[in-house]
């Protein structure tokens, strides 16, 4: 069982690169589902069939679906929600505290992601690809499986007399339910849905972008907050790239991306915006594995330009086979202080400059830099100091309050 989850930039490439990817992995064999949680769906669009809110065959090994997010939390969740409110209002907590209680923060994502899972879980599909909101929905949908135990771990904290106060006026309102012994289950599903969310033999994050400035700062805090998640990135998909560009043989340590320029002035400067970021989109992103694939001239609607996409895109590769294994950064606690940890094994130690502002860390060594987006948790704090071995950049940034 594979699931691999596509993300990015509204507007990216995303739906495509998920249908393409799904094609691929069906053709070969595997009962495949695809699935978008976005939702502005657009995968019935680009498959050029009509889809379902459930698993609808589209061809051989192939289902899709666009999940109702909507109908999935009311369904689950609504008549829950009313009835909470109300009868902690009656328990005499105040209205803001008890709407607070009641409304746990995003379960539209929490029943996308839960409905993904059961289908995983069933061993019904050998392979499930999910087309994913764009980037700021995708982040909040992965950091999800936390947020939501600890709001339902503070439900519960409330204490066992008023639990069963809660859970008697439950049951006199909705007595064909039990709806409190329905909330450890949902945990129970939520914990586990996170252990498969980060293991990287059954799950794989990719994250799509184009070669635009925009979209590669938006993709590279996509990789960073993903890190931070524990959630594992096996590659970066670089889409509409213009004809006659392609990126560098060396991964781009400096200078400009290779191009055969055109005789027409806009399109060469165009080519050579996209060569000078796809050398940035190779320093930036190392180590993990880069798959591209070019600008086409006419819309990747229905199967053979599907096909055509997951060719370029992949070639001779099984689309499901696990790309990357390890961690492009990762933060670990000493004491009070950060340490950001980046492998950069192919970099000669030299001086180390570190230039902050804002939520950007720029890293000179050598001829060699790079620009990280920080996580919230370090841009409030300044970097000290940073030390290079065994091939691994270690940087600190000390407790602010020193």
């Not at 607070?100 to 289908?119: C, K, V, W």
């Not at 700021?136 to 949908?141: F, N, P, Q, T, Y």
């Not at 696990?322 to 961690?327: A, L």
């Not at 030299?350 to 890293?363: N, Q």
């Amino acid at each position: 069982m594979r699931i691999l989850l596509y993300l990015g930039k509204g507007g990216v490439g995303k739906t495509t690169t998920a249908a393409a990817t799904a094609l691929r992995c069906a053709q070969m064999g595997y009962r495949t589902l695809v699935v978008s949680t976005d939702i502005a769906h657009s995968l019935a669009d680009s498959l050029d069939r009509p889809l379902k809110s459930e698993p609808t065959a589209v061809t051989s090994n192939l289902f899709a679906q666009e999940i109702n997010v909507l109908d999935e939390v009311r369904k689950n969740w609504g008549a829950m929600q009313g009835y909470m409110g109300k009868i902690l209002r009656k328990q005499g907590m105040n209205k803001t505290v008890a709407e607070e209680m009641a409304i746990i923060p995003g379960m539209e994502e929490i029943f996308s992601l839960l409905h993904i899972y059961r289908n995983a879980a069933t061993r019904e599909f050998d392979r499930v690809i999910v087309d994913a909101a764009p980037t700021g929905e995708s982040m909040r949908l992965l950091a999800m499986p936390e947020s939501f135990q600890w709001y339902v771990e503070r439900f519960f904290g409330w204490g066992e007399t008023a639990m069963r106060l809660t859970g008697g006026l439950l049951r006199r309102l909705m007595p064909e339910q039990d709806a409190l012994a329905g909330l450890p289950k949902l945990v129970d599903d939520v914990k586990a849905l996170q252990e498969v969310l980060s293991d990287p033999k059954t799950t794989s994050y990719r994250v799509v972008i184009n070669p635009e400035k925009m979209v590669i700062k938006e993709g590279a805090r996509a990789v960073t907050y993903l890190s931070l998640f524990g959630c594992p990135v096996d590659a970066v998909m670089v889409n509409r790239i213009l004809p006659g560009v392609r990126a560098q043989a060396d991964g781009g340590a400096g200078g400009t991306g290779l191009f055969a320029p055109s005789s027409d002035p806009y399109l060469r400067q165009l080519q050579e915006h996209q060569a000078r970021y796809l050398v940035e989109i190779e320093r930036d992103f190392y180590p993990l594995p880069i798959l591209y694939s070019s600008w086409r001239s006419e819309e990747v609607v229905g199967f053979a330009p599907l096909r055509s996409l997951a060719d370029e895109l992949y070639g001779q590769r099984d689309p499901g086979e696990v790309m990357f294994v390890g961690q492009a950064q990762e933060i670990e606690e000493q004491g009070d202080d950060f340490i950001l940890k980046l492998p950069l094994p192919h970099i000669e130690l030299d001086k180390i400059r570190l230039t902050k502002r804002g939520d950007e860390l720029f890293i000179s060594i050598g001829n060699f830099k790079r620009e990280y987006l920080l996580p919230s948790v370090l841009a409030q704090r300044d970097a000290s100091n940073a030390v290079f071995t065994g091939g691994i950049l270690r940087i600190r940034f000390p407790c602010s309050s020193r």
